[in-house]
């Protein structure tokens, strides 16, 4: 089983590799949780203020691509077969 917090939920191994849409929901998902994980490590001293309007716009739009990508994992994987 493969976790996908997007969706809060796992999906099968299997399912993941024949099905190129599931794949690219693990592969996404994976990459904005790291890349969510790098931007809370790079937080700005609030002295800095506008690298810290940058680094918190940055934040709106990762926030923004999980959201896409929850809504796309419930539609990839809620779908009728």
């Known amino acids: 089983m493969l976790e996908l917090p997007c969706a809060d939920r796992t999906v099968g191994v299997a399912a993941a590799l024949e099905l190129p849409s599931v794949m690219m929901l693990v592969v996404e998902d994976a990459c904005t949780r790291i890349a969510y994980a790098d931007w809370r490590h790079r937080e700005p001293s609030r002295l800095h203020v506008r ?31």
Do not use: F, I, N, T
């Open 51 to 81: 690298a810290r309007r940058r680094w918190q716009a940055e934040g709106h739009q990762l926030r923004a691509k999980r959201q896409r990508l929850r809504e796309l994992a419930v539609e990839c994987l809620d779908a009728p077969d």
